[in-house]
């Protein structure tokens, strides 16, 4: 039977169309769509015969893992491929090979690769050895899942009990979007839809400042991690508690980026620093690996008057944020994600990502703030894990992604960038900027 002839295994939600829409704006700048990685730095090498068993075991419990993303008329499906494709990968490096930069061009080559949508894997694990250093990547495509869904995948592997395995499932129940949805009354429904729309309608009266270097053709994604001491990572924690309360850290970290990339270039043209950042509905002991995106976007923004000053910056985004709360507007999204689901791509990118009053890209860069990483153990089948990091394919503009996550107590930073709209070299200074900022108290 044919592809065209079988019926499908599931159909996206809302929230997975959102991310399928980046994966396609991505995709018209001749990029490889929206593929993600979630590293893994090992002390040594693990027991592979072990790890490729539990990888098998976990495509047998989550068959999605193999399934093909296509498009039936406006609509898209994942469907069940005729042949399976090969879920755990090894790369082995050469000998007398720089094993850093062996292991770098290998994530960025697998974060690189171009394929056709329909036949490109939606997860796979890939094994990079050298004789001194061990990096275990899983690579997968939006809308298969999302960080909080790797990560839970990561989860499932380290578990060793076979019974506690098995806790792990797809959501009971429909998608997230559709249950809030569903506990609102229509008129409240149309209310939420134009709360969400004016809430756009005056983020868009600034202009956002947009630092790459836009007369550039983008050619591939790069990235430069780092890793904080302890110490650090306590100081920048009692300093976030300080700036903006305890549940406001990823504030703190868009707020001293924000700082760190006016001090590289205060005459950049533009009126405002505008990031999205991700709510998440998703229950936070759900262990539901898969279809998880159940996000949306909301927006940080400070206008370029106010960054000189560093608790005006914090109290701006701070106010910002508690009024997002205080009107629903996180709710308010829902209506507009689940009625966006039905236009096209094409024209759901351009409301996603254009300014209605410039016609200019809205986001000056894009966050995403893991958070603490929750794993049920710190090893891997005999092997411990030192260090994990995330990255993320982006559009160009803004060309700049920044991730977070606190693995053992120490902070990791990530900047994912499109070359050659920035440089290794302009990252390296941002991110001097960025410790400076993340470090004053």
Same mark, same amino acid.
């Given at each position: 039977m044919s592809s065209t002839q079988k019926e499908p295994l599931l159909a996206l939600n809302p929230a997975d169309y959102l991310t399928l829409t980046m994966d396609e704006e991505i995709r018209q700048e001749n990029m490889p769509g929206s593929l993600c990685g979630y590293a893994l730095e090992l002390e040594k090498t693990p027991d592979i015969h072990a790890l490729n068993k539990r990888i098998l075991e976990f495509g047998e419990r989550f068959p999605l893992a193999y399934a093909s993303l296509q498009q039936r008329s406006k609509r898209f499906f994942w469907f069940e491929r005729e042949y399976k494709h090969q879920l755990f990968i090894? &790369? &082995?490096?050469p000998s007398n090979v720089n094993e850093s930069a062996f292991h770098h061009t290998t994530i960025t080559r697998l974060l690189n690769h171009k394929e056709p949508r329909a036949t490109l894997a939606p997860i796979s694990f890939h094994l990079i050895q050298s004789d001194h250093k061990t990096t275990l990547l899983l690579r997968w495509m939006h809308p298969f899942c999302d960080a909080k869904g790797t990560g839970l995948i990561l989860q499932y592997l380290c578990t060793d009990s076979a019974e506690q395995r098995r806790t792990f499932d797809f959501p009971k129940q429909a998608s997230l979007?559709?249950?809030q949805l569903g506990k609102y009354k229509w008129w409240q429904k149309i209310r939420f839809f134009f709360n969400a729309k004016r809430y756009i309608t005056q983020l868009d009266k600034l202009q956002s400042i947009i630092h790459a270097d836009t007369s550039l053709t983008p050619k591939a994604l790069n990235f430069n991690t780092y890793t904080l001491t302890q110490a650090q990572t306590q100081t920048i924690n009692k300093l976030s508690r300080q700036q903006v309360g305890m549940t406001g850290t990823s504030l703190y970290y868009i707020g001293c980026l924000m700082?760190?990339?006016? !001090?590289?270039?205060?005459?950049?043209? @533009?009126?405002?620093?505008?990031?999205?950042?991700?709510?998440?509905?998703?229950k936070n002991k759900a262990l539901s690996p898969l279809l998880g995106?159940?996000? @949306?976007?909301?927006?940080?923004?400070?206008? !370029?008057a106010i960054l000189h000053d560093r608790d005006a910056l914090f109290q701006h985004l701070k106010q910002q944020h508690v009024q997002v709360i205080r009107e629903k507007l996180d709710y308010a999204f829902l209506p507009v994600m689940w009625a966006a689901s039905w236009l096209s791509l094409q024209r759901h990118g351009q409301e996603l990502r254009k300014s209605y009053a410039s016609g200019t890209e809205r986001s000056s860069f894009w966050f995403s703030d893991i958070g603490q990483v929750d794993l049920s153990?710190?090893?891997?089948?005999g092997s411990k894990i030192t260090q994990v990091f995330h990255l993320c394919q982006i559009t160009s503009p803004p060309a700049l992604a920044f991730l977070s996550c606190q693995f053992n107590d120490r902070l990791t930073l990530s900047y994912n960038f499109i070359e050659p709209l920035f440089t290794p070299q302009w990252i390296q200074q941002l991110h001097e900027q960025v410790l400076v900022e993340l470090l004053t108290p």
């Open positions: 090894q &790369h &082995h490096a979007v559709n249950q700082r760190a990339l006016h !001090k590289m270039n205060p005459e950049q043209t @533009g009126d405002a620093y505008c990031t999205p950042y991700a709510f998440n509905l998703r995106n159940h996000v @949306g976007a909301l927006f940080a923004q400070a206008p !370029k153990t710190t090893s891997l089948f």
